[in-house]
């Protein structure tokens, strides 16, 4: 069973940045493709951000341009810098970890912007 420990979050004013990591254990295949997702109260989990096994990127329309994800190979992490955080960027941040059948999930770190 792979784990997933997310951290970084915290409390940040709006404009700010916090970077979030997520390490994997025990180790897994770089063939993973890995992700954040997000779930604010009341709402659905969405996407976030993605980095295949290639190191391809994909983002949500709301973060392009601000958020960036990267993985380490070698660190078995990914991360998510964000920038230019926004109230509406507080929810509960869930890294993610897909391959083939396998999908695994962190237990989730909070960030809160306030205004």
Do not use: H
Not at 51 to 73: E, L, P
């Amino acid at each position: 069973q792979v784990q997933l420990v997310e951290s970084g979050g915290g409390l940040v004013q709006a404009g700010g940045s916090l970077r979030l990591s997520c390490a994997a254990s025990p180790s897994i295949s770089r063939l993973y493709a890995m992700g954040w997702y997000r779930q604010a109260p009341g709402k659905q989990r969405e996407l976030v951000a993605t980095i295949t096994s290639g190191g391809s990127t994909n983002y949500a329309d709301s973060v392009k341009g601000r958020f960036t994800i990267s993985r380490d190979n070698a660190k078995n992490t990914v991360y998510l810098q964000m920038n230019g955080l926004k109230p509406e960027d507080t929810a509960v941040y869930y890294c993610n970890a897909r391959f083939s059948v396998f999908n695994f999930w962190g237990q989730g770190t909070q960030v809160t912007v306030s205004s």
